[in-house]
């Protein structure tokens, strides 16, 4: 299958729904027939952190692909801070796992987003401690 290069509203959400894989159904998210059903917020907010007005402008498929991932794992945590453990009929349920897995998969996918980020910025500068032991000093700079 040969990677896509580019994506409407419901492919996207096509692409975060197999992102979620089963946790999907438990928390009861569909992808529309025609559009991205469940997805709906989640599409709008990888817009909005895109910064494009609709769809047709994110031309930048890894970067748009990136950012779904951070905003369909946050719709997952949400969605999953729901469920609780519980004990009955001699079983315990320990659901809490998904959302330990959901909150993990939201991590990485956020710091894997950070170079995508619009809002992200970093400038390196050069500078040399005034107070290096081991710079050199030229005899007639030494002052005591």
Sequence with gaps: MA????????TLADFMHALLGPAAGILGYAVG????????????STLLAYGAQSIAQAVDIESLRALARVEVFRMAVGGLAALYDFSAENGSYQRSQMLA?????LQ?????????DPAYRVRVTRQAPVND???????DERTL
């Design 108 to 116: 990485a996918a956020e710091l894997a987003a950070l170079p995508y």
């Design 33 to 44: 027939t025609a559009d991205a059903g469940s997805y709906q917020e989640a599409v709008n």
């Design 3 to 10: 990677a896509p290069t580019v994506y409407t509203e419901k």
């Design 101 to 105: 897995g959901a909150r993990a998969n």
């Design 133 to 139: 032991p081991y710079r050199y000093v030229a005899d």
